[in-house]
């Protein structure tokens, strides 16, 4: 499992449109969004993508302005040591 959360800056009139297109993106959603242009965006893989893809698709909505990863977490190193 890998979990990944971004900080999204935008123009804050452009906040519904990029609600719904962060939505669209498979395992991603809208932590937060304090209305002056800034969302907290958390995304999860899944059985048919991965997280790489979906930072990718976030990244490329065009009202986004910039992305920065702020929390990355995976427990694949964990599945190492038991094994």
Known sequence: MKIVSLVLKFLPE?????KSAVEAVPG???AHD???GRMIVLLE?????????????????????STT???????????LEEN
């Open 14 to 18: 452009d906040a519904d449109e990029v």
């Open 28 to 30: 991603a959603s809208v």
């Open 34 to 36: 304090n209305g002056d």
């Open 45 to 65: 893989d899944g059985a048919d993508y991965a997280v790489s893809d979906s930072i990718l698709q976030v990244h490329q909505i065009p009202q986004v302005m």
């Open 69 to 79: 990863l702020s929390y990355e977490y995976s427990d694949e190193a964990h599945a």
